[in-house]
């Protein structure tokens, strides 16, 4: 069975203070590793995918990276408005679905 | 840019009741899923459709059904809602190919009484 599992369970940093999310899984053949950010009360908003160990994207403050057995989100002088949950997920074998940690709760202080 | 829409961002339904939420793509996306979020549990998949009229389950296929009788729209229904079905329900999309990223909707927030 798929698992994905993210530490830690919650962040809270200073305005400009950067850090890392992990996020650790265990799969058989990895199809993709998807990074979205949660609003409360709202839909998860797709940030990043990821196919290969090595790979990065990015995108503003934020940067997403893949080895075999884990990602990481790291968040380069976060601001305010950066808090938010922060959700990995992943897509294996024959599956279509998702499977989903538990998220992480980014709470960036001004 | 990819848009999901569902019916209603909050429904309050009695226990028994048949209700019905719906959720249109406009991105002409061949895959469509339903998920419940709830504290604790994360998301779980309840439902998902790769064509038109087509469905397989996901993990928690009990107690619901779905319909998709055009590529744009996916339905799912709650038979006889039940209070454990108040929850987070999230709409995806994303196209055929394994692997693609998922596209969600808002969600609607169901509380059944």
């Known amino acids: 069975e798929d698992q994905v599992t993210q530490s830690p369970e919650a962040l809270r940093l200073q305005e400009g203070e950067s850090s890392s999310l992990n996020c650790s899984y265990t799969?058989?053949?990895?199809?993709?590793l998807f990074w979205y950010r949660q609003d409360p009360g709202k839909g998860p908003e797709f940030l990043f995918t990821?196919?290969?160990a090595g790979e990065e994207k990015e995108k503003e403050r934020l940067k997403a990276t893949l080895t075999k057995k884990e990602s990481f989100l790291h968040i380069t002088a976060p601001k305010p408005e950066d808090s938010a949950t922060y959700l990995c997920a992943v897509i294996a074998g024959s599956n279509y679905k998702l499977t989903f940690g538990k998220g992480t709760l980014l709470t960036v202080n001004p | 840019d990819v848009k999901v829409t569902q019916s209603s961002r909050y429904l309050v339904k009695r226990t028994g009741e048949k209700v019905f939420l719906e959720c249109v793509q406009d991105m002409d996306h061949e895959n469509m899923f339903w998920y419940r979020q709830d504290p604790g549990l994360g998301l779980r998949l309840i439902y998902f459709s790769y064509d038109v009229k087509m469905k397989e389950k996901g993990d928690i296929p009990e107690g619901y059904s779905v319909s998709r009788e055009k590529k744009e729209r996916f339905s799912l229904i709650l038979e006889s809602a039940s209070t454990n079905q108040t929850s987070m329900y999230l709409c995806?999309?994303?196209?055929?190919?394994?692997?693609?990223?998922?596209?969600f909707g808002p969600g609607t927030r169901l509380t059944v009484t």
């Open positions: 990821l196919y290969s």
């Open positions: 799969v058989s053949g990895l199809r993709g």
């Open positions: 995806a999309s994303s196209l055929w190919r394994r692997g693609s990223e998922q596209y």
